[in-house]
């Protein structure tokens, strides 16, 4: 494992991996680079292209085009894992984006820029790993990633904030990442009705460790908020109605969202 430069160039190069297997162990690398202190964090860098590297499939259409996903038969889900396959895919680039368009930003203090890489290197870590996970139980039940339609809306959401990191932590971690939070546990519980305990067990693992990734979207945005002189609540509230117009969704899984220090009061206005 070779330097490759500072940890901004080396973000960069995931988002620029097209291969969706290449871009999680490229992610892994980075990870383990900037842990092994390796990649240090320049005084400057670029920033990232809008759209990161693509492979050829899955087929990109609208949302209401992507088949939809019944548990009662084996195709039903495993067309569900192929869904999580291309979020967590899209999550390993939405969290190098997140280091590489920001951790220079003057949203952050400067002794906590660190801190900040910190949390959205273990973010990607743990993304790869994710998509890992699922495209090894998909090529257990004989498909892959790439054999189904999916859309780019996970990834067009976020990129409606590339000009503001508060809107990026308000909608990526907050808003649609907390919404995996709500949906998980009912997944859980189909698949295991459906005798599948194996992919059940690989959307636990997921679920508990995204608990984590929507508490750093929290923390790190109750720091913006307070350099900002900004009440966290209120404008949270205010970046979601400007930049995610489609609204929340209720019912919220509470419990998880409280462990990840988002209370009833950052959302329950916004349905």
């Not at 960069?12 to 383990?32: H, Q």
């Not at 292209?49 to 050829?56: E, I, N, S, Y």
């Not at 949270?236 to 509470?254: D, E, I, M, T």
Request: charge should be negative; glycine fraction near 8%; proline fraction near 7%.
């Amino acid at each position: 494992m070779a330097d490759a430069g500072d940890i901004l160039t080396l973000a960069r190069s995931v988002l620029a991996t097209a291969s969706p297997d290449a871009k999680a162990d490229r992610a892994r690398e980075v990870a383990a680079l900037w842990r092994a202190g390796r990649a240090p964090l320049p005084m400057q860098g670029v920033i990232p292209a809008d759209h990161p590297a693509r492979p050829d499939r899955p087929r990109l259409v609208a949302p209401a085009d992507v088949p939809r996903r019944r548990l009662n038969s084996p195709a039903g889900r495993v067309a569900l894992l192929h869904a999580v396959a291309h979020i967590e895919f899209n999550a390993i680039d939405l969290a190098f984006d997140m280091l590489a368009r920001y951790a220079l930003d003057d949203a952050l203090a400067d002794e906590a820029r660190t801190a900040f890489i910190d949390d959205w290197i273990g973010v990607g870590d743990d993304e790869a790993r994710h998509f890992r996970l699922i495209t090894g139980r998909l090529a257990e039940l004989g498909a892959g990633y790439g054999d189904f339609p999916a859309h780019s809306g996970l990834w067009d959401a976020a990129m409606a904030t590339r000009d503001s990191l508060a809107g990026r932590l308000a909608v990526a971690p907050l808003v649609l990442e907390a919404r995996g939070l709500d949906v998980t546990p009912g997944m859980i519980n189909r698949l295991v009705s459906a005798g599948d305990t194996v992919s059940a067990d690989c959307l636990r693992t997921i679920y508990t460790e995204e608990i984590g990734h929507v508490a750093a979207g929290a923390r790190w945005f109750r720091h913006v908020a307070a350099r900002a002189g900004e009440d966290p609540v209120t404008w949270f509230q205010a970046l979601v109605r400007k930049h995610f117009s489609s609204g929340l969704k209720p019912p919220f899984n509470a419990e998880a969202r409280l462990r990840a220090d988002l209370p009833p009061e950052f959302y329950e206005t916004l349905i």
